[in-house]
């Protein structure tokens, strides 16, 4: 075994192994003032959602909950992942402490505006 195969091998031991996940839909929309993310979480419910900012990565994870009929067992489900998962990594322009999150009918809103210092603005010219 050479160097670089052993170094490959020590990186994949130290990675946690995640569980597979679904990769929602998401729409993104830029603006003079920041960033609007839509994602679309359907089957999942506000308490089984999770949003976090760690450094420049903003990740969303949803615990998907099917309704299903009690002492029931699906036969057949094209739907196997009980997770979405998707990370995105965020410009340094934007303000992360003033993330402002609406979930409503498994559509997750997301609006993330820009620092005021990355904001246009007009300057006013003055005649002399």
Do not use: C, W
């Amino acid at each position: 075994m050479d160097d670089r195969q052993q170094v490959t091998k020590v990186e994949q031991q130290k990675r946690p192994a995640e569980t597979p996940a679904l990769l929602p839909r998401v729409d993104v929309f830029e603006d003079d003032t920041g960033i609007t993310l839509m994602a679309d979480l359907p089957g999942v419910p506000k308490d089984k959602l999770s949003l976090r900012v760690e450094g420049d990565t903003l990740t969303i994870e949803g615990d998907i909950s099917p309704p299903t009929p009690e002492n029931m067992e699906a036969v057949y489900a094209e739907l196997r992942l009980p997770r979405y998962r998707r990370a995105f990594t965020l410009s340094g322009e934007l303000d992360t402490e003033k993330i402002a999150a609406q979930f409503r009918d498994g559509v997750l809103n997301l609006r993330i505006p820009k620092h005021a210092h990355a904001q246009p603005r007009r300057i006013e010219v003055k005649v002399a």
